[in-house]
């Protein structure tokens, strides 16, 4: 107990730690007990973070911010009915052909791996193939059901993405257009002793803004990039596989090696062992490149400084928590976890609790000023 007595007196004795650790603890708090109710709330804020950065820009160039905020928004519709009537009846359409050909490539999958046995008899038999098939055709069988269910009763789920559809844009437009007043208003609320709490977020939000803005501008290069090779390649299922390659880079080291599964697959059940298979296996090959060597660079100016494994730790663990989401956040989460254990006072700043760096406290000025 001592050692928790001392602990605690030595880091939670300053009044701005405490006020660090409450906003910590309420910010997670709301996410996890509300995140449901306010879905569309958090949407909107995550997409209008995305979008002041071109209302900031297009404000450098001397055009006022009402008007800045209404070419942004007008992009942005357009980007949306685009998703909503192009993109999206694109995908269900080859969702469904994908899924009806399904026990066709079962069919074949099975014929190839059934060869197994006669050159390899000592450590494969036909038994194992056979039932290795029969539970695949099982599991996907009862994956069928469970999407009929769901759409027999997705009545309710179509009425609340249509309010969705209808919500978060006007919650953006005004996250956009109110933006100062709104931050004003939240910060009223605040303690005032937040100059901890304000040089942890100046210290995280260059490489949070960096990231997320950046890793939207990949999804939408590569997923672009990877349905115009394909598409001339005559690759079946183009769009849903350049969809999934765009999303796949949202998880560091593991999406792009998941994406190549299904290509893969594809393209083998479409031409076989042929050049054509080779020629997509080799064209992926040299996106993924170019992604990693040539675009990531240019898009992320700010390097983030965090060890693979604390990388893949923050994809499990905020992945878990907040699913999708989570996935998406998990480096700038991790992030904001380095910069509070970075801020956070050891005995060195307990000798001099009241004088942060002056490089924090100038930023954190700024920030209570504006």
């Given at each position: 107990m001592?050692i928790?007595?001392?602990?605690?007196r030595?880091h939670?004795?300053?009044?701005?730690?405490?006020?660090?650790a409450?906003l910590?603890?309420?910010?997670?708090?709301?996410v996890?007990?509300?995140?449901?109710?306010?879905?569309?709330?958090?949407a909107?804020?995550?997409?209008?973070?995305?979008?002041?950065?071109?209302?900031?820009?297009?404000?450098?160039?001397?055009?006022?911010?009402?008007?800045a905020?209404?070419?942004?928004?007008?992009v942005?519709?357009?980007?949306?009915?685009?998703?909503?009537?192009?993109?999206?009846?694109r995908?269900?359409?080859?969702v469904?052909?994908?899924?009806?050909?399904?026990?066709?490539m079962?069919?074949?999958?099975?014929?190839?791996l059934?060869?197994?046995?006669?050159?390899?008899p000592?450590?494969?038999?036909?038994?194992?193939?056979?039932?290795?098939?029969a539970?695949?055709?099982s599991?996907?069988?009862a994956?069928?059901?469970?999407?009929?269910?769901?759409?027999?009763?997705?009545?309710?789920?179509?009425?609340?993405?249509?309010?969705?559809?209808?919500?978060?844009?006007?919650?953006?437009?005004?996250?956009?257009?109110?933006?100062q007043?709104?931050?004003?208003?939240?910060a009223?609320?605040?303690?005032?002793e937040?100059?901890?709490?304000?040089?942890?977020?100046?210290?995280?939000?260059t490489?949070?803004?960096?990231?997320v803005?950046g890793?939207?501008?990949?999804?939408?290069?590569?997923?672009?990039?990877?349905y115009?090779?394909?598409s001339?390649?005559g690759?079946?299922?183009?769009?849903?596989?350049?969809?999934?390659?765009?999303?796949?880079?949202i998880?560091?080291?593991?999406g792009?090696?998941?994406?190549?599964v299904?290509?893969?697959?594809?393209?083998y059940?479409?031409?076989?062992?042929?050049?054509?298979?080779?020629?997509i296996?080799?064209?992926?090959?040299?996106i993924?490149?170019?992604?990693?060597?040539?675009?990531?660079?240019?898009?992320?100016?700010?390097v983030?400084?965090?060890?693979?494994?604390?990388?893949?730790?923050?994809?499990?663990v905020?992945?878990?928590?907040?699913?999708l989401w989570?996935?998406?956040?998990?480096?700038?989460?991790?992030?904001?976890?380095?910069?509070?254990?970075?801020?956070?006072?050891?005995?060195?700043?307990?000798?001099?609790?009241?004088?942060?760096?002056?490089?924090?406290?100038e930023?954190?000025?700024?920030v209570?000023?504006?």
């Amino acid at each position: 107990m001592d050692i928790v007595r001392e602990w605690f007196r030595r880091h939670m004795s300053d009044p701005q730690v405490v006020i660090l650790a409450l906003l910590l603890v309420a910010g997670f708090a709301t996410v996890l007990l509300m995140g449901n109710m306010l879905t569309p709330v958090l949407a909107a804020v995550v997409i209008a973070y995305l979008l002041d950065g071109l209302v900031n820009a297009l404000e450098e160039r001397s055009v006022p911010r009402t008007v800045a905020v209404i070419i942004v928004f007008t992009v942005f519709v357009v980007f949306l009915f685009f998703a909503l009537f192009w993109l999206m009846p694109r995908l269900y359409h080859q969702v469904t052909q994908l899924v009806q050909q399904l026990p066709d490539m079962i069919t074949r999958g099975q014929q190839l791996l059934l060869q197994l046995p006669e050159r390899y008899p000592n450590f494969v038999n036909e038994d194992q193939i056979r039932d290795l098939f029969a539970a695949v055709r099982s599991e996907i069988g009862a994956w069928g059901q469970h999407v009929l269910s769901m759409s027999l009763a997705s009545i309710l789920g179509l009425i609340t993405i249509l309010v969705y559809v209808i919500l978060v844009p006007v919650l953006v437009f005004f996250f956009l257009e109110d933006k100062q007043g709104i931050v004003q208003w939240f910060a009223g609320y605040l303690p005032r002793e937040r100059k901890l709490a304000m040089q942890v977020w100046h210290d995280v939000n260059t490489q949070i803004a960096n990231y997320v803005r950046g890793k939207v501008w990949e999804i939408f290069i590569v997923g672009g990039i990877t349905y115009a090779v394909f598409s001339f390649m005559g690759l079946q299922y183009a769009v849903l596989l350049s969809t999934l390659v765009g999303f796949s880079v949202i998880i560091p080291y593991i999406g792009a090696a998941v994406a190549t599964v299904p290509i893969a697959i594809i393209a083998y059940f479409q031409w076989g062992w042929s050049a054509d298979f080779g020629w997509i296996i080799f064209a992926y090959g040299v996106i993924q490149a170019l992604d990693g060597n040539v675009l990531v660079p240019l898009l992320f100016s700010e390097v983030v400084n965090l060890h693979p494994v604390a990388i893949i730790v923050a994809v499990l663990v905020f992945g878990g928590i907040w699913g999708l989401w989570g996935v998406f956040f998990a480096i700038p989460l991790a992030t904001l976890v380095q910069a509070v254990l970075k801020a956070w006072p050891g005995k060195k700043h307990s000798a001099d609790k009241t004088q942060p760096p002056a490089e924090g406290l100038e930023e954190g000025a700024e920030v209570e000023s504006s």
